[in-house]
């Protein structure tokens, strides 16, 4: 069993940049696949980034590629997701997390078997 808390999610002006962390317990991450996802008001959950947490290999979707930084700390068991050059699109609620192999397909949530508690990142213009 895993559990995600995430945190380091608030209000930052659009061309900032925020760095949300998600620490695991339990478990941990072992060999898991960690990914990012987020939620705006009135639209669906959707893919932001993984990472492989044994091989730190990353995937991002395309709306974030070259402004979002996916990394792990192994000591503290923690991946964070760094979010650079934030727009007002990028507001929504961000959740981490954890599927116990690797993903087939990386932006799918059936993919992911732990969820965190979501952190809200609101990027105003």
């Known amino acids: 069993q895993v559990q995600l808390v995430e945190s380091g999610g608030g209000l930052v002006q659009a061309g900032g940049s925020l760095r949300l962390s998600c620490a695991a317990s339990g478990r941990g991450f072992s060999s898991y696949a960690v990914g990012w996802f987020r939620q705006a008001p009135g639209k669906e959950r959707e893919f932001v980034g993984v990472i492989i947490w044994s091989r730190g290999s990353t995937y991002y979707a395309d709306s974030v590629k070259g402004r979002f930084t996916i990394s792990r700390d192994f000591a503290k068991n923690t991946v964070y997701l760094q979010m650079d050059s934030l727009r007002p699109e990028d507001t929504a609620i961000y959740y981490c997390?954890?599927?116990?192999?690797?993903?087939?397909?990386?932006?799918?949530?059936?993919?992911?078997?732990?969820w965190g508690q979501g952190t809200q990142v609101t990027v105003s213009s």
């Open positions: 997390s954890a599927s116990r192999s690797t993903p087939i397909l990386v932006d799918s949530q059936n993919e992911y078997d732990y």
